[in-house]
């Protein structure tokens, strides 16, 4: 089993992180292949606890080389805070590669994030501030910086020039905010390069060498499904594309390579900042669900809005990654619940409809149709296996499973590494 994507399902915070880490000892490379330091990826190891924003989780097992592909845009200051930050709790870093060909994230893209988001007041999408969309622009728009640009000193002054000539106009003369310059930036990014150099690599050579060597190498996904720029709930959603393809062209990986897709799904649904989300509770049970999920923010600590399963979603997530598995997490967090609503079809304008509508209005309009399965009251974290699981519990998954067109290869019970029922094996 060479190379396997692992990916969220939903809005996003499924449980990749958990999910990779529980794989991290049993493959030899895990990639980010996508966003950034947008990302928060709690792991839960012993009795220590870790939020990953831009590293792979796969750097917590120490057999694993963690990889940032060409498609994640990265922020050297943050890069390099994580890392000594984890250096400082004992974990160690040195194998870490890093895509000569991924976007650097500069101060202006973080301006321009946070000028924009108030400047769309209502409108805002509510980014995580942290110039991912800014970078991920620059990129398309051919004006991006990228990690080798830090090591040919005029190349970077060409570029940031380049790069800052119509942003400062646009944060001056439309935003009213101070131009940058672009000798700080410069000077700054310089004395990133050092520290970065040991780390660059041609990752992608590396990895199809791997792969056709037998290693097993693990896409970890940021984001989700419905946040993808191409396939998400548009314009709410991040600049990147979180869905399966996006792990090809985010590390320079065929298609053919890949043999398996695992989406990382919730037992309920969350989201966090603006957009549509047909299932979200405004009540008893949504205030429930983030209180027992502990439903805050890795990255920005905003709480999230949460929900109902909806298998609407689910089953969308599988046609447009080609899933092959599901890992289901935090069924934990539904302990406790007489009757779970699940949504299994839209009404929109009075119409019965079973498959996410493509069209942005109907999806505003529409409302879940609810199916009630019955819950369980028994703890549920110490389960090993699924016949572990009381009745209800077990019925509750089969009926997601069978909702949502992919098996239920894994699921999670708690947040720890072995608070996990594994169904099928991942490799
Ligand atoms: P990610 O962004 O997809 O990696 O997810 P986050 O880390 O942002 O949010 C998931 C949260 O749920 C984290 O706090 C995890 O520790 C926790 N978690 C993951 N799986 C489980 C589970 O099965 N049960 C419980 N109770 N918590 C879980
Ligand atoms: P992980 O990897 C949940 C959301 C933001 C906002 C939108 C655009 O932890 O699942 P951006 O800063 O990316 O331009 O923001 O996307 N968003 C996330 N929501 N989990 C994430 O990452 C997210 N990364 C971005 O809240 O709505
Ligand atoms: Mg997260």
């Known amino acids: 089993m060479p190379a396997l994507v692992l990916l969220g399902a939903q809005w996003g915070d499924e449980g990749k992180g958990k999910a990779t880490d529980l794989l991290g000892g049993s493959v030899d490379y895990v990639v980010r292949y996508q966003g950034g330091n947008n990302a928060g990826h709690t792991v839960v190891v ?20 963690p990889v940032i592909g060409n498609g994640v845009v990265v922020d050297p200051a943050v890069l390099l805070s994580e890392l000594s930050g984890l250096n400082e709790r004992g974990v160690d870093t040195s194998k870490l590669l890093i895509s000569g060909n991924a976007h650097l994230i500069t101060p202006y893209h973080q301006t321009v994030d946070k000028v924009t988001e ?3 007041g209502k409108r805002k999408i509510g ?12 990129k398309i728009n051919r004006v991006g910086i990228r990690v080798q640009d830090l090591f040919d000193e005029s190349i970077l002054i060409q570029k940031v020039e380049a790069a800052l000539n119509d942003k400062n106009q646009i944060l001056v003369k439309l935003f009213n905010r101070r131009a940058i310059s672009a000798e700080q930036v410069v000077e700054e990014y310089l004395g990133y390069a050092e520290q970065i150099r040991d780390y660059v690599a041609d990752t992608t050579l590396i990895l199809n060498n791997a792969i056709d060597e037998g290693k097993v190498v693990l896409f970890e996904g940021g984001q989700g499904t419905l946040l993808d720029v191409d396939h998400g709930t548009y314009p709410f959603v991040t600049s990147s594309n979180p869905t399966a393809g996006g792990a090809c062209t985010g590390a320079g990986v065929g298609p053919t390579k890949i043999n398996r897709v695992i989406g990382i799904l919730k037992a309920y649904t969350t989201r966090v900042g603006a957009g549509p989300f047909p299932t979200e509770l405004f009540d008893a049970d949504g205030e429930a669900l983030r209180t027992i999920g502990g439903e805050r923010g890795v990255t920005t600590g905003r709480d999230r809005r949460c929900g109902w399963f909806d298998a609407v979603i689910a089953r969308y997530a599988t046609r447009v990654n080609g899933l092959t598995d599901f890992f289901l997490t935090k069924l934990d967090v539904l302990t406790g619940w007489e009757q779970i609503p699940v949504c299994v079809a839209y009404e929109i304008d009075g119409r019965r409809v079973e498959e996410l509508p493509y069209s942005q209005t109907d999806f505003h309009h529409a ?47 708690g947040p720890g590494r072995d608070e996990t029922i594994q169904v099928n094996s991942f490799l």
């Open 46 to 65: 012993g009795d220590q606890k870790y939020a990953l924003h831009l590293l792979p989780s796969g750097i917590l097992s120490p057999s694993c080389t």
């Open 367 to 413: 409302k879940p149709i609810y199916e009630n399965l019955p819950g369980w009251s028994e703890d549920i974290t110490k389960a090993k296996t699924f016949a572990d699981l009381p009745k209800n519990a077990q019925g509750y998954v089969k009926a997601l499973e069978q909702m949502s067109g992919a098996p239920i290869s894994a699921i999670g019970v």
């Open 118 to 120: 108030r400047f769309l």
């Open 127 to 138: 980014t995580t501030g942290r110039g991912i969309g800014p970078a991920y622009a620059d």
